[in-house]
């Protein structure tokens, strides 16, 4: 079983359990984690993340934004029901956690799309996979 549904298309929403999971208290937060996901394949650096969103502060205040941010995350997270480091962090660099029980719309949709391109696929199929795009890509995200 999926233990964190993850949806980008139309904006972050997270569920759990078969229910949908509070939002992430914090803007930052928010974007922080769907940016993580976005990135699923690779390890950001913390100079890089602090850097990106945390521009306008000193080096050292970014980075301790960037740890309460991840904070909050994981907490927010695990006090909604979804058990599992969704993210890991080390000292140098932060990822999202593919080794994680999770299921993410974009995975899914891109999936599909290579299922039409490369075989022959039911029109089940075929509306499954159109059925997971309920909109832009991070619908409500500007930063």
């Not at 929403?13 to 940016?35: D, K, N, Q």
């Not at 993580?36 to 970014?62: C, H, I, K, Y």
């Amino acid at each position: 079983m999926t233990n964190l549904r993850i949806r980008l298309f139309g904006g972050l929403l997270l569920e759990s359990g078969g229910r949908v999971l509070p939002r992430i208290p914090s803007r930052v937060g928010r974007s922080l984690f769907a940016f993580l996901v976005m990135n699923r394949d690779r390890e950001l650096s913390r100079d890089l993340l602090a850097g990106t969103f945390w521009p306008d502060m000193p080096d050292s205040q970014a980075r301790r934004r960037l740890s309460q941010s991840l904070w909050q995350i994981q907490t927010h997270l695990s006090e909604a029901g979804a058990s599992g480091d969704f993210v890991v962090a080390n000292a140098h660099g932060v990822r999202f956690n593919r080794a994680t029980s999770y299921w993410l719309d974009v995975e899914a949709f891109e999936t599909g799309i290579r299922a039409v391109k490369d075989t022959a696929v039911s029109p089940a199929e075929l509306a499954a996979t159109a059925d997971l795009y309920r909109g832009d890509l991070l619908s409500g995200f500007y930063d």
